[in-house]
């Protein structure tokens, strides 16, 4: 199994920057891929990044050239700047994993990211 626990999210005004930090514990070795997912009311939870084992990153194209993420051993972080109030939502932590050829997405708790206008 894999723990997730995150961090960083807040208030903020349009314009400004969070950080968001996933320290993963556990089974570190199945995990495939990191990575941020969000969900704002009376939606659905949708990928905004994500990134590899070996370093490759993608994201939703409303977020492109505005958050960047990034993984030190065991801990992944969501840099967002220049922040807009669409960006307000729950973001989740997940952990796509591989273990006896099967594989398991594992989810954080949430933290409420709230931007205002």
């Known amino acids: 199994q894999v723990q997730l626990v995150e961090s960083g999210g807040g208030l903020v005004q349009a314009g400004g920057s969070l950080r968001l930090s996933c320290a993963a514990s556990g089974r570190l070795s199945s995990i495939n891929k990191m990575g941020w997912y969000r969900q704002a009311p009376g939606e659905q939870r949708d990928l905004v990044a994500a990134?590899?084992?070996?370093?490759i990153t993608n994201y939703a194209d409303s977020v492109k050239g505005r958050f960047i993420i990034s993984r030190n051993k065991n801990t992944v972080y969501l840099q967002m700047n220049n922040l807009k109030p669409e960006d307000t939502a729950v973001y989740y932590c997940?952990?796509?994993?591989?273990?006896?050829?099967?594989?398991?997405?594992?989810w954080g708790q949430g933290t409420q990211v709230t931007v205002s206008s």
């Open positions: 990134i590899t084992t070996g370093g």
């Open positions: 997940n952990a796509n994993t591989r273990a006896y050829g099967l594989l398991y997405d594992y």
